[in-house]
């Protein structure tokens, strides 16, 4: 069953530019770990030297951030689509 990753512009550039991939799997951990074999580049800024999802990684099953759910071992249907999405940090103080 193919499934829609989609890949976000600061990444795009560890995929060969692609913004989204197909990929088989039965869950989370199956799809991310192969879009890494895939991408080479791209597994270091998805995951640890442990294996986990980099903190400032979130990835969603549809609207549901994985961490809600069971991690990498949250399950995939057809028809789903895995959403990665980079944390956003920055700015400065408020304006008074």
């Known amino acids: 069953m193919p499934l829609k ?8 550039q ?6 989204t991939v ?3 799997g039965e869950n989370v951990g199956q799809v991310l770990h192969q879009l890494g074999d895939r991408f080479p580049q791209l597994q270091h800024h998805l995951f640890t030297d442990d294996g986990d999802v980099r903190n400032f990684v979130n990835v969603f099953v549809n609207d549901d951030n994985i961490r809600d759910c069971k991690q990498l071992d949250t399950p995939l249907c057809d028809g ?3 959403t990665i999405v980079p944390a956003v940090a920055g700015g400065g103080p408020r304006p008074n």
Do not use: H, K, M
């Open 14 to 19: 560890f995929a060969d530019g692609q913004n």
């Open 5 to 12: 990753v989609s890949i976000p512009t600061a990444l795009r």
């Open 22 to 24: 197909e990929l088989a």
């Open 80 to 82: 789903d689509e895995v």
